[in-house]
């Protein structure tokens, strides 16, 4: 076999610095008082005790991809991998952390408040979107862009079914998308189109209302659909 050619002096060399390369998670849930994040005190650092997304390195020996790293830190740092998972967008430069340039790959999810508070292996700290406290590295930026993807999403999609237990009544429905929305939706039309949408399975369970017990419904399918809840 012929020997490989020697690298041209126009060539890179491949001994340049490296970026540090990492993924992050932005996990939102809906409680009673809004939309809310899950975030965990840094265990060392920089930034140690700061709180933070949770997140990690990628393991270039590991990870076939980013959302396989994504993955892999959220069993690793919290028992549990979310339902709904999408990538966001990468944040980098030389400034977003001290050590060197690095990027993050970062990721939205949305899980059930229960689903989260059963994580007690992640040691989480819930906090509104709207009164966020310091975050480490460029953290507070990856969630304003992850909540506006998620509130403009929400008025054409069933996303805010992510949100809900797998089993729901049409009120706690509304309310997801009205938290969401941050707008009031009125009963009678809302009702109209998630069954003009035809995504929702009726189940034969029902729970107790103050007036009358309410049926439980589940979603179909995920589907996108280019209309306005409102």
Known sequence: MAPYPEASPTEPHLDHPQPLVTVDAVLLTLCATGLEIALQPRGREPFKGAMALPGGVVHVDEDATTEASIRRVLRDKTGFEPRYLEQLQVFSGPDRDPRKWSLSVSYVALVP??????STQAGFQFVSVDALPP???DHAAIVAAAVARLRGKSSYSTLPFFLLPERFTLT?????????LQTRLEKSNFRRKMEAWDVLEATEDYVLGAQRPARLYRLKDFTLFDRSVG
């Open 113 to 118: 408040a229960a689903e989260l508070e059963a």
């Open 172 to 180: 706690e429905l509304q309310h997801t998308y009205e938290a969401i």
């Open 135 to 137: 975050l480490a590295f």
